[in-house]
T-cell receptor
């Protein structure tokens, strides 16, 4: 069990640029979640996948955000035309649906700074 | 919409003190309540509670759930500086996604 890994750990970009983050879940986990966290707030749900199917998207997720999980393993989150308000920690989590007491395990996050 | 409210939002204590962190919630089709500790990056799992009145305990930390009154508490006894962190409470409803509160920032002074 190598845990949930996210890449990159930090990303600094200029407003208007596109960025892409990657998440590798725990290998036997079929559910993968994306959350966003800003200073002083708890993580906010963005979207989640069960295998390769994207089952739910938050109303917070504007059309500039897109997430994929093409083979049901790793996932990518892309933000197009970044804005300063996108600056946040983007957290990925995974879980095994159907397990007793299903709980989420989090990665260390990608800290995005939009200048 | 599911909602989690934590209180207080921050507190400062001295080593050896006992603290109680509060979490109240509103959720459709409640499944579980979870506590996480967040020090710098990833939230790390502490407890999952699904039944009322059953205390979960791990060392100096313990937690209990009241499903009738819709709240949970997390107790930390004999606090240490290493307990300084943000403590997050979250609930899961019908679709298993977690809804988090804002977190409680605990600072333990030597």
């Amino acid at each position: 069990d190598t845990g949930v890994s996210q890449d990159p750990r930090h990303k600094i970009t200029k407003r208007g640029q596109n960025v892409t983050f990657r998440c590798d879940p725990i290998s036997e986990h079929n559910r993968l979640y994306w959350y966003r966290q800003t200073l002083g707030q708890g993580p906010e749900f963005l979207t989640y996948f069960q295998n390769e199917a994207q089952l739910e998207k938050s109303r917070l997720l504007s059309d500039r955000f897109s997430a994929e999980r093409p083979k049901g393993s790793f996932s990518t989150l892309e933000i197009q035309r970044t804005e300063q308000g996108d600056s946040a920690m983007y957290l990925c989590a995974s879980s095994r649906q159907g397990s007793t007491n299903e709980k989420l395990f989090f990665g260390s996050g990608t800290q995005l700074s939009v200048l | 919409e599911d909602k989690v409210v934590q209180s207080p939002l921050s507190l400062v204590v001295h080593e050896g003190d006992t603290v109680t962190l509060n979490c109240s919630y509103e959720v459709t089709n409640f499944r579980s309540l979870l506590w996480y500790k967040q020090e710098k990056k990833a939230p790390t799992f502490l407890f999952m509670l699904t039944s009322s009145g059953i205390e979960k305990k791990s060392g100096r930390l313990s937690s209990i759930l009241d499903k009738k009154e819709l709240f949970s508490i997390l107790n930390i006894t004999a606090t240490q500086t290493g307990d300084s962190a943000v403590y997050l409470c979250a609930v899961t409803g019908a679709n298993s996604k977690l809804t988090f509160g804002k977190g409680i920032t605990l600072s333990v002074r030597p």
